[in-house]
């Protein structure tokens, strides 16, 4: 691999592979993310790679985000994955960014299609608290051990809440745990019924990701290899259809209870 030290190279070795990048190109852009070309390096890397963004944003044009927007959030992938790539290791980036793009994607849509909406920033937090135990009791000293200059120590317990709550992903258990007032076969019904407006394969793939019915919940991957699809785009359709069906509306009011109970 021809080490390129500057951008006049850069650009010459640009220009005579037509657009399709080089590992040497790669890295010389990798090693100017620290330097005051950060913007023209990331220009750069947006400019070669926007054909990867499309090419993924296509395959959910049928959900409730904008075209516009899902191009956005893939390009915010593809930022966060210039900044974690390491050329080193031997492979393109146009290779290592495809995962990146496609987790940013996938975390937009869950955060749209979601019943419950939680802030991005908090999303992320729940990533460093992910091997605590939600049902036990934390000290704000030790809670401190887990905040950094991104999350506070506000953002971490309201991280740690949220997984408590995030049982209200699982239908049954929300029934259970509301009042009396409420607390009735009736609901249940409701539930079950709007489940049932769902093809088959939609209604096993949400029960599976959302705990339903005696499942424990499952990570899409998991789900593709027991149903033999596609789990992201059959679930985030299904709940695009859920929510203008009324399931939103059933959801919020049992989560109001619930919040109730818990002050």
């Not at 070795?13 to 990798?30: C, H, I, Y």
């Not at 995962?99 to 019943?115: D, S, T, V």
Request: aromatic fraction near 10%; proline fraction near 2%; charge should be neutral.
């Amino acid at each position: 691999m021809t080490k390129i030290r500057r951008w006049s190279e850069y650009y010459k070795v640009k220009k005579d592979n037509e657009g399709r990048p080089t590992l040497s190109q790669d890295a010389f852009l990798s090693s100017q993310l620290n330097t005051k070309n950060r913007e023209k390096a990331l220009n750069e890397y947006i400019e070669l790679n926007m054909l990867v963004v499309h090419k993924i944003c296509k395959n959910y044009r049928w959900s409730n985000i904008d075209y516009e927007d899902l191009v956005m959030y893939g390009v915010e992938g593809l930022i966060a994955a210039a900044d974690c790539y390491d050329p080193s290791k031997g492979f393109k980036f146009h290779t290592f960014c495809y995962h990146y793009i496609l987790g940013r994607i996938r975390r937009a849509l869950e955060h749209h299609n979601n019943i419950i909406k939680i802030p991005a920033h908090i999303n992320l937090a729940k990533l460093r608290i992910n091997h605590l135990d939600e049902d036990k009791e934390y000290s704000d000293e030790f809670l401190l051990t887990l905040t950094d200059e991104r999350y506070t120590l506000n953002d971490i317990k309201t991280a740690l809440s949220v997984r408590k709550l995030y049982a209200i992903d699982n239908l049954d258990l929300i029934v259970d745990r509301v009042d009396e007032s409420i607390k009735n076969p009736e609901v249940k019904i409701c539930i079950d019924e709007i489940l049932d407006t769902l093809k088959p394969i939609e209604k096993q793939a949400i029960e599976l990701k959302f705990g339903l019915n005696g499942h424990k919940p499952h990570y899409y991957k998991e789900i593709d290899k027991i149903l033999d699809i596609d789990s992201d785009g059959v679930i985030n359709r299904a709940l695009v259809r859920l929510r203008n069906k009324g399931l939103e509306s059933l959801l919020d009011y049992l989560k109001w209870v619930l919040t109730k109970q818990n002050k």
